[in-house]
Protein backbone atom coordinates (compact mmCIF):
# COMPACT_ATOMS: atom_id res chain seq x y z
CA UNK A 1 0.00 0.00 0.00
CA UNK A 2 1.17 3.57 -1.22
CA UNK A 3 0.67 6.83 0.89
CA UNK A 4 1.43 9.66 -0.82
CA UNK A 5 1.72 11.89 2.10
CA UNK A 6 1.49 10.43 5.56
CA UNK A 7 -0.59 12.24 8.11
CA UNK A 8 1.40 13.72 10.76
CA UNK A 9 -1.71 13.02 12.93
CA UNK A 10 -1.10 9.37 13.60
CA UNK A 11 1.82 10.04 15.91
CA UNK A 12 -0.27 12.03 18.59
CA UNK A 13 -0.81 10.73 22.33
CA UNK A 14 -2.87 11.88 25.31
CA UNK A 15 -2.21 13.81 27.96
CA UNK A 16 -4.30 13.60 31.25
CA UNK A 17 -5.08 17.29 33.43
CA UNK A 18 -4.98 15.31 37.15
CA UNK A 19 -0.82 14.73 35.36
CA UNK A 20 0.90 17.45 37.45
CA UNK A 21 4.09 16.08 36.22
CA UNK A 22 3.44 16.81 33.08
CA UNK A 23 4.30 20.52 33.41
CA UNK A 24 8.52 18.87 34.85
CA UNK A 25 11.32 20.17 32.63
CA UNK A 26 11.77 17.00 31.76
CA UNK A 27 8.63 15.58 30.54
CA UNK A 28 9.04 18.79 28.33
CA UNK A 29 12.09 17.92 27.06
CA UNK A 30 10.89 14.12 26.57
CA UNK A 31 7.96 14.44 24.86
CA UNK A 32 9.71 17.24 22.69
CA UNK A 33 11.93 15.27 20.71
CA UNK A 34 9.24 12.62 19.66
CA UNK A 35 7.63 15.38 17.46
CA UNK A 36 4.13 13.84 18.28
CA UNK A 37 1.81 17.02 16.66
CA UNK A 38 -0.98 16.66 18.41
CA UNK A 39 -2.11 15.91 22.50
CA UNK A 40 -4.99 15.22 23.36
CA UNK A 41 -6.45 16.89 26.27
CA UNK A 42 -7.58 16.55 29.36
CA UNK A 43 -7.83 12.86 28.77
CA UNK A 44 -10.83 9.68 28.86
CA UNK A 45 -13.52 9.70 30.88
CA UNK A 46 -12.43 12.98 33.52
CA UNK A 47 -13.38 15.01 30.01
CA UNK A 48 -16.24 14.47 30.68
CA UNK A 49 -16.45 15.03 34.61
CA UNK A 50 -14.36 18.39 34.78
CA UNK A 51 -15.53 21.75 34.25
CA UNK A 52 -12.52 23.86 32.32
CA UNK A 53 -13.57 27.10 34.34
CA UNK A 54 -13.36 25.83 37.17
CA UNK A 55 -10.45 23.75 36.31
CA UNK A 56 -8.23 27.41 35.69
CA UNK A 57 -10.07 29.44 38.66
CA UNK A 58 -8.61 26.97 41.59
CA UNK A 59 -5.09 26.86 40.20
CA UNK A 60 -4.77 23.25 42.03
CA UNK A 61 -2.65 20.43 40.79
CA UNK A 62 -4.43 19.60 37.93
CA UNK A 63 -3.38 21.04 34.57
CA UNK A 64 -5.70 23.86 33.52
CA UNK A 65 -6.60 25.30 30.34
CA UNK A 66 -3.54 28.40 30.35
CA UNK A 67 -1.21 25.85 31.47
CA UNK A 68 -1.91 22.71 28.83
CA UNK A 69 -1.35 25.76 26.44
CA UNK A 70 2.16 27.08 27.51
CA UNK A 71 2.75 23.64 27.72
CA UNK A 72 1.76 22.50 24.10
CA UNK A 73 4.29 25.62 23.11
CA UNK A 74 6.67 24.13 24.78
CA UNK A 75 6.90 21.23 23.14
CA UNK A 76 6.27 22.14 20.01
CA UNK A 77 2.76 20.68 19.41
CA UNK A 78 -0.80 21.31 18.80
CA UNK A 79 -4.46 20.32 20.76
CA UNK A 80 -7.08 18.16 20.51
CA UNK A 81 -9.75 19.04 22.75
CA UNK A 82 -12.35 17.06 24.24
CA UNK A 83 -15.29 18.83 25.73
CA UNK A 84 -17.33 17.80 28.94
CA UNK A 85 -20.64 16.41 27.29
CA UNK A 86 -21.34 14.25 30.86
CA UNK A 87 -21.53 16.92 33.24
CA UNK A 88 -21.50 19.53 30.52
CA UNK A 89 -23.67 22.34 28.41
CA UNK A 90 -23.38 23.03 24.75
CA UNK A 91 -22.98 26.68 26.31
CA UNK A 92 -19.98 25.89 28.56
CA UNK A 93 -18.22 23.77 25.83
CA UNK A 94 -18.96 27.44 23.35
CA UNK A 95 -17.33 29.12 26.21
CA UNK A 96 -14.51 26.98 26.27
CA UNK A 97 -13.55 27.42 22.57
CA UNK A 98 -14.13 31.23 22.73
CA UNK A 99 -11.56 31.48 25.61
CA UNK A 100 -9.14 29.57 23.79
CA UNK A 101 -9.32 30.74 20.42
CA UNK A 102 -10.63 34.16 21.13
CA UNK A 103 -9.29 35.23 24.08
CA UNK A 104 -6.06 33.15 24.15
CA UNK A 105 -5.98 33.23 20.25
CA UNK A 106 -4.58 30.02 20.33
CA UNK A 107 -5.81 28.18 17.11
CA UNK A 108 -6.91 24.91 18.39
CA UNK A 109 -8.78 23.32 15.34
CA UNK A 110 -9.29 19.85 16.99
CA UNK A 111 -12.21 19.48 19.22
CA UNK A 112 -14.44 16.09 20.26
CA UNK A 113 -17.57 15.64 22.39
CA UNK A 114 -17.03 13.71 24.98
CA UNK A 115 -15.41 9.99 25.49
CA UNK A 116 -16.56 7.27 25.55
CA UNK A 117 -20.62 7.42 26.58
CA UNK A 118 -21.37 4.35 24.94
CA UNK A 119 -19.91 2.08 28.00
CA UNK A 120 -21.35 1.12 31.15
CA UNK A 121 -17.84 2.14 32.50
CA UNK A 122 -18.91 5.83 31.88
CA UNK A 123 -21.06 7.26 34.81
CA UNK A 124 -23.06 9.46 32.45
CA UNK A 125 -23.04 6.57 29.76
CA UNK A 126 -26.30 7.01 26.98
CA UNK A 127 -27.57 5.65 24.27
CA UNK A 128 -26.98 6.33 20.24
CA UNK A 129 -29.81 8.06 19.82
CA UNK A 130 -29.49 10.61 22.61
CA UNK A 131 -26.08 10.88 22.50
CA UNK A 132 -26.37 12.14 18.41
CA UNK A 133 -29.23 14.91 19.32
CA UNK A 134 -26.80 16.50 21.94
CA UNK A 135 -24.01 16.01 20.52
CA UNK A 136 -25.60 18.18 17.48
CA UNK A 137 -26.44 21.11 19.73
CA UNK A 138 -23.01 21.07 21.07
CA UNK A 139 -21.66 21.41 17.64
CA UNK A 140 -24.04 23.99 16.35
CA UNK A 141 -22.76 26.33 19.71
CA UNK A 142 -19.54 25.80 19.31
CA UNK A 143 -18.82 26.43 15.75
CA UNK A 144 -20.90 29.86 16.22
CA UNK A 145 -18.10 30.82 18.35
CA UNK A 146 -15.72 29.53 15.66
CA UNK A 147 -16.46 28.23 12.37
CA UNK A 148 -13.04 26.98 11.71
CA UNK A 149 -12.97 24.40 14.06
CA UNK A 150 -12.73 20.28 13.16
CA UNK A 151 -15.56 18.86 15.29
CA UNK A 152 -15.35 14.66 15.92
CA UNK A 153 -18.45 12.91 17.26
CA UNK A 154 -18.27 9.42 19.24
CA UNK A 155 -18.31 6.34 17.23
CA UNK A 156 -17.37 2.56 18.37
CA UNK A 157 -15.47 -0.07 15.54
CA UNK A 158 -18.61 -1.35 14.50
CA UNK A 159 -22.16 -0.86 15.62
CA UNK A 160 -26.20 0.21 15.63
CA UNK A 161 -24.75 3.31 18.14
CA UNK A 162 -22.96 4.79 14.80
CA UNK A 163 -26.16 4.85 12.72
CA UNK A 164 -27.75 6.37 15.63
CA UNK A 165 -25.52 8.91 16.11
CA UNK A 166 -24.87 10.18 12.31
CA UNK A 167 -28.43 10.96 11.89
CA UNK A 168 -28.24 13.74 13.80
CA UNK A 169 -24.70 14.77 13.56
CA UNK A 170 -23.99 14.24 9.58
CA UNK A 171 -24.55 17.29 8.39
CA UNK A 172 -22.67 18.66 11.09
CA UNK A 173 -19.67 16.55 12.16
CA UNK A 174 -16.31 16.72 10.29
CA UNK A 175 -15.34 13.50 11.74
CA UNK A 176 -15.43 10.60 13.96
CA UNK A 177 -13.98 8.57 17.23
CA UNK A 178 -12.97 5.28 17.76
CA UNK A 179 -10.49 3.66 20.18
CA UNK A 180 -9.21 0.52 20.13
CA UNK A 181 -7.78 -1.60 22.80
CA UNK A 182 -7.12 -5.12 21.26
CA UNK A 183 -6.48 -7.21 24.71
CA UNK A 184 -8.96 -7.66 27.58
CA UNK A 185 -7.35 -7.28 30.53
CA UNK A 186 -5.72 -10.05 32.24
CA UNK A 187 -5.51 -11.93 28.71
CA UNK A 188 -2.41 -10.46 27.88
CA UNK A 189 -1.06 -12.55 25.23
CA UNK A 190 2.75 -11.38 23.50
CA UNK A 191 2.07 -12.82 20.06
CA UNK A 192 -1.66 -11.74 19.91
CA UNK A 193 -0.88 -8.36 20.72
CA UNK A 194 2.16 -8.30 18.09
CA UNK A 195 0.05 -9.55 15.51
CA UNK A 196 -3.12 -7.28 16.86
CA UNK A 197 -1.79 -4.06 14.73
CA UNK A 198 -2.38 -5.95 11.08
CA UNK A 199 -6.43 -6.17 12.41
CA UNK A 200 -6.24 -2.23 11.62
CA UNK A 201 -6.83 -3.86 8.18
CA UNK A 202 -10.47 -4.57 8.64
CA UNK A 203 -11.01 -2.00 11.35
CA UNK A 204 -10.10 1.44 9.06
CA UNK A 205 -12.00 0.05 6.40
CA UNK A 206 -14.87 -0.87 8.33
CA UNK A 207 -15.08 2.33 9.92
CA UNK A 208 -14.97 3.67 6.16
CA UNK A 209 -17.88 1.94 5.01
CA UNK A 210 -20.01 2.53 8.06
CA UNK A 211 -19.27 6.80 7.24
CA UNK A 212 -20.50 6.20 3.75
CA UNK A 213 -23.32 4.27 4.88
CA UNK A 214 -24.67 6.60 7.76
CA UNK A 215 -23.16 9.90 6.86
CA UNK A 216 -24.32 12.46 4.28
CA UNK A 217 -24.00 11.75 0.56
CA UNK A 218 -20.21 13.73 -0.80
CA UNK A 219 -19.59 14.25 2.94
CA UNK A 220 -15.98 13.76 3.65
CA UNK A 221 -15.29 12.39 7.41
CA UNK A 222 -12.04 12.01 9.10
CA UNK A 223 -11.39 9.17 11.54
CA UNK A 224 -9.57 9.90 14.78
CA UNK A 225 -8.68 7.14 16.83
CA UNK A 226 -8.31 8.82 20.03
CA UNK A 227 -7.35 6.01 22.24
CA UNK A 228 -5.07 3.00 21.54
CA UNK A 229 -2.74 0.60 23.80
CA UNK A 230 -2.67 -2.77 24.15
CA UNK A 231 -5.16 -3.85 26.95
CA UNK A 232 -8.66 -1.95 27.92
CA UNK A 233 -8.03 -1.86 31.51
CA UNK A 234 -6.21 -2.50 34.32
CA UNK A 235 -3.11 -3.44 32.44
CA UNK A 236 -0.16 -6.00 32.97
CA UNK A 237 3.66 -5.97 32.74
CA UNK A 238 3.17 -6.28 29.54
CA UNK A 239 2.24 -3.22 28.72
CA UNK A 240 5.67 -1.41 29.85
CA UNK A 241 8.04 -4.36 28.31
CA UNK A 242 9.95 -4.79 24.98
CA UNK A 243 6.65 -6.36 23.36
CA UNK A 244 4.82 -3.17 23.88
CA UNK A 245 7.30 -1.33 22.48
CA UNK A 246 7.29 -3.71 19.24
CA UNK A 247 3.43 -3.27 19.25
CA UNK A 248 3.61 0.56 19.02
CA UNK A 249 6.28 0.43 16.20
CA UNK A 250 4.15 -2.18 14.03
CA UNK A 251 0.95 -0.04 14.67
CA UNK A 252 2.41 3.08 14.20
CA UNK A 253 3.83 1.50 10.55
CA UNK A 254 -0.25 0.20 9.66
CA UNK A 255 -1.74 3.75 10.23
CA UNK A 256 0.61 5.24 8.05
CA UNK A 257 -0.11 2.69 5.45
CA UNK A 258 -4.19 3.25 6.14
CA UNK A 259 -3.14 7.40 6.44
CA UNK A 260 -6.27 8.04 8.90
CA UNK A 261 -6.16 11.98 9.81
CA UNK A 262 -5.41 11.56 13.93
CA UNK A 263 -4.48 9.17 16.49
CA UNK A 264 -3.54 9.87 20.03
CA UNK A 265 -1.72 7.06 22.30
CA UNK A 266 -2.64 6.56 25.53
CA UNK A 267 -0.79 8.01 27.27
CA UNK A 268 2.57 10.50 28.48
CA UNK A 269 2.00 9.09 32.26
CA UNK A 270 -0.71 6.92 34.28
CA UNK A 271 0.27 5.26 37.19
CA UNK A 272 1.02 1.62 37.96
CA UNK A 273 -1.55 -0.88 38.42
CA UNK A 274 -1.79 -3.81 40.95
CA UNK A 275 -1.45 -6.32 37.59
CA UNK A 276 2.22 -4.61 37.31
CA UNK A 277 1.50 -2.83 34.45
CA UNK A 278 1.42 1.10 33.47
CA UNK A 279 0.12 2.78 30.31
CA UNK A 280 2.44 5.75 30.43
CA UNK A 281 5.20 5.66 27.91
CA UNK A 282 6.91 7.59 30.72
CA UNK A 283 6.77 6.28 34.26
CA UNK A 284 5.53 9.46 36.86
CA UNK A 285 7.81 10.77 39.43
CA UNK A 286 7.46 8.85 42.62
CA UNK A 287 7.60 5.43 40.38
CA UNK A 288 9.29 1.94 41.02
CA UNK A 289 11.25 2.73 37.67
CA UNK A 290 12.44 5.85 38.73
CA UNK A 291 11.25 9.74 37.43
CA UNK A 292 10.09 10.12 34.28
CA UNK A 293 11.39 7.23 32.58
CA UNK A 294 11.43 6.37 29.19
CA UNK A 295 9.40 2.65 29.11
CA UNK A 296 10.16 0.77 24.86
CA UNK A 297 6.98 2.52 24.06
CA UNK A 298 8.33 5.78 24.29
CA UNK A 299 11.78 4.04 22.38
CA UNK A 300 9.25 2.61 19.81
CA UNK A 301 7.28 6.10 19.25
CA UNK A 302 10.97 7.78 18.86
CA UNK A 303 11.75 5.45 16.04
CA UNK A 304 8.53 5.40 14.47
CA UNK A 305 8.39 8.95 14.47
CA UNK A 306 12.02 9.58 12.47
CA UNK A 307 11.26 6.33 9.79
CA UNK A 308 7.28 7.37 8.64
CA UNK A 309 7.01 10.83 7.46
CA UNK A 310 6.44 11.77 4.21
CA UNK A 311 6.10 8.74 1.24
CA UNK A 312 5.25 5.72 2.10
CA UNK A 313 6.43 3.37 -0.39
CA UNK A 314 6.05 -0.77 -1.43
CA UNK A 315 7.82 -2.60 0.66
CA UNK A 316 9.13 -6.61 -0.21
CA UNK A 317 11.49 -8.45 1.72
CA UNK A 318 12.98 -11.72 1.20
CA UNK A 319 13.88 -14.08 4.51
CA UNK A 320 16.17 -16.37 4.44
CA UNK A 321 13.49 -18.14 6.45
CA UNK A 322 10.54 -18.44 4.45
CA UNK A 323 8.27 -19.40 6.98
CA UNK A 324 9.46 -16.54 9.39
CA UNK A 325 8.03 -14.14 6.68
CA UNK A 326 4.84 -13.80 8.17
CA UNK A 327 6.39 -13.01 11.58
CA UNK A 328 8.03 -9.53 9.85
CA UNK A 329 6.75 -6.25 9.49
CA UNK A 330 8.20 -3.75 6.88
CA UNK A 331 7.72 -0.42 6.23
CA UNK A 332 9.69 1.87 3.43
CA UNK A 333 9.45 5.82 3.23
CA UNK A 334 10.95 8.67 1.46
CA UNK A 335 11.15 11.30 3.41
CA UNK A 336 10.01 15.02 2.98
CA UNK A 337 14.20 15.40 2.57
CA UNK A 338 14.18 13.37 0.16
CA UNK A 339 16.04 10.58 1.84
CA UNK A 340 14.74 6.85 2.65
CA UNK A 341 13.75 5.49 5.78
CA UNK A 342 13.38 1.50 6.59
CA UNK A 343 11.51 -0.29 9.42
CA UNK A 344 11.88 -3.91 10.33
CA UNK A 345 9.82 -5.57 12.85
CA UNK A 346 10.13 -8.95 14.14
CA UNK A 347 7.62 -10.98 15.62
CA UNK A 348 8.71 -14.10 16.44
CA UNK A 349 9.66 -14.77 19.76
CA UNK A 350 12.55 -17.66 18.69
CA UNK A 351 13.66 -17.25 15.76
CA UNK A 352 16.08 -15.02 14.16
CA UNK A 353 15.17 -13.12 10.81
CA UNK A 354 17.80 -12.46 7.98
CA UNK A 355 16.12 -9.98 5.98
CA UNK A 356 17.16 -8.87 2.47
CA UNK A 357 15.47 -5.26 1.15
CA UNK A 358 15.99 -4.53 -2.07
CA UNK A 359 15.29 -0.12 -1.73
CA UNK A 360 16.26 1.61 -5.44
CA UNK A 361 18.49 4.72 -4.22
CA UNK A 362 19.19 3.38 -0.99
CA UNK A 363 23.22 4.50 -0.67
CA UNK A 364 25.60 6.29 0.88
CA UNK A 365 26.04 6.87 4.66
CA UNK A 366 23.43 5.60 6.75
CA UNK A 367 22.45 5.18 10.58
CA UNK A 368 20.90 1.47 12.38
CA UNK A 369 19.08 1.98 15.02
CA UNK A 370 18.03 -1.35 16.59
CA UNK A 371 14.84 -1.77 19.48
CA UNK A 372 15.92 -5.51 21.21
CA UNK A 373 15.92 -7.17 24.67
CA UNK A 374 19.28 -5.86 24.95
CA UNK A 375 18.14 -2.02 25.01
CA UNK A 376 14.75 -2.14 25.40
CA UNK A 377 15.25 0.17 28.52
CA UNK A 378 17.71 2.66 27.27
CA UNK A 379 16.91 2.87 24.07
CA UNK A 380 18.53 2.57 21.01
CA UNK A 381 20.38 5.91 21.23
CA UNK A 382 21.95 7.86 18.44
CA UNK A 383 22.63 4.43 16.33
CA UNK A 384 25.08 2.70 14.52
CA UNK A 385 26.38 4.44 11.68
CA UNK A 386 26.43 2.21 7.95
CA UNK A 387 27.19 2.47 4.44
CA UNK A 388 23.83 1.52 2.88
CA UNK A 389 23.12 -0.01 -0.62
CA UNK A 390 20.45 -0.98 -2.70
CA UNK A 391 20.26 -4.58 -1.86
CA UNK A 392 20.69 -4.51 1.92
CA UNK A 393 21.11 -7.30 4.54
CA UNK A 394 19.53 -7.01 7.96
CA UNK A 395 20.09 -9.55 10.71
CA UNK A 396 16.94 -9.27 12.94
CA UNK A 397 17.30 -11.31 17.02
CA UNK A 398 13.89 -12.67 17.58
CA UNK A 399 11.57 -9.87 19.49
CA UNK A 400 13.09 -6.44 17.50
CA UNK A 401 13.00 -3.81 15.04
CA UNK A 402 15.47 -2.29 13.24
CA UNK A 403 15.00 1.42 11.70
CA UNK A 404 17.79 2.14 8.75
CA UNK A 405 17.93 5.86 7.93
CA UNK A 406 19.61 7.45 4.96
CA UNK A 407 21.27 10.67 6.00
Not at 41 to 65: F, I
Not at 117 to 138: C, I, M, N, S
Not at 333 to 361: D, S
Request: hydrophobic residues 35%; glycine residues 8%; contains cysteine.
Amino acid sequence: MVTTSIHDGIFGINAALWDADLLDKKTVDQVKVVNHKVVRYPGGLRADDDHWKQVLDKKDLLVDTDEFLQWLKETGNEGMFTVNYGKGTPEEAADWVRYVNVTKKAGVKLWEIGNELYGDWHPQHTDGVTYGKRAAEFIKAMKAVDPSIQIAVIFVIDGEWNKQVMESTKDLADAVIVHHYPQHSGEENDQALLSAPQSLDEIIPGVKRQLKQYGASGRQYGIWLTEWNSVDFKPGPQSMSLINGLFVLDYLGELAKHNIEQADYWDIHNNFTEQGGDYGYLSRNGAADGDNVPRPSYHGFKIASEVLRGKMLECKIKSAEADAESDLSCYLTERPNGTKALLLVNKHPETEAEVTVTVPGLKGAGILKRLDKTNAKTGPGQGERMTLSESVKVVLPPHSAAALLQE
